[in-house]
């Protein structure tokens, strides 16, 4: 069965801080697909990345940068000089190949203070 | 939101009532899914489709019942409200195979209580 372990559950950082979320994950499949999705106050769930199984390749957008590690099973997410509107809940998925059967995480609070 | 409406945003029930969700998508999405939210638990998965005509159950399937009749349409019925259904429910749609983008884009979702 497929599992997502959020390390932190709530994070507070004084703003311009550098914060980093741990995500751990079980599969036995050999393709699979993890996320990152942001939910803001507001409520709304809003994806900010994916990535392949075969794919270790970290990436940057901006102030945010991901790092996936297959030999540690674990895909985690940085924010460099954070912001308030950084402030939401974070959560880290997995899904089969072809995208089916998404798993979330109990997924972190993360609160930037000003 | 890519696409995935819901209705309504807020619903109140009394135990027993039964009750559709309705999602709906104009993207083309191949899967489809409906998750609950409970507080410090994440999202569990309900049901999801991966096409019209087929479902399946996903974690917490008990008290719900779904079809996909067409690929735009995705409704989540309530069989018998009970205030453990209390919950944030999210629809959400998988481009797939057919475009290789894997990535759920969700709708708005419906806040529930059961009274």
């Known amino acids: 069965a497929q599992k997502v372990t959020q390390v932190q559950t709530e994070i507070s950082v004084v703003e311009k801080e550098d914060v980093t979320l741990d995500c751990v994950y079980e599969?036995?499949?050999?393709?699979?697909?993890l996320f990152w999705y942001k939910q803001p106050p507001s409520g709304e769930l809003v994806f900010l990345i994916r990535?392949?199984?075969?794919?270790?390749q970290n990436e940057i957008s901006g102030r945010y940068s991901w790092n996936f590690q297959k030999s540690t099973s674990s895909f985690n997410f940085t924010i460099t000089a954070s912001q308030v509107v950084d402030s939401a809940v974070y959560f880290c998925a997995l899904s089969e190949a072809w995208g089916q059967n998404f798993v979330f995480g109990p997924g972190t609070r993360l609160s930037v203070l000003p | 939101n890519a696409g995935v409406t819901q209705t309504p945003k807020f619903q109140v029930l009394k135990t027993g009532q039964s009750m559709t969700l309705q999602c709906a998508q104009d993207m083309n999405h191949e899967y489809m899914s409906w998750y609950r939210q409970d507080p410090g638990m994440g999202l569990r998965l309900i049901h999801y489709?991966?096409?019209?005509?087929?479902?399946d159950q996903g974690e917490v399937p008990n008290g719900y019942n779904v079809s996909r009749s067409t690929t735009e349409d995705f409704p989540l019925r309530l069989l018998s409200a009970a205030p453990s259904q209390t919950s944030v429910y999210f629809c959400?749609?998988?481009?797939?195979?057919?475009?290789?983008?894997?990535?759920?884009?969700f709708g708005p979702g419906t806040r529930l209580t059961v009274l």
């Open positions: 959400a749609g998988t481009p797939g195979l057919a475009t290789l983008v894997y990535e759920q884009f």
């Open positions: 599969t036995r499949d050999t393709t699979y697909y």
């Open positions: 990535r392949n199984s075969f794919d270790e």
């Open positions: 489709s991966v096409g019209a005509g087929i479902t």
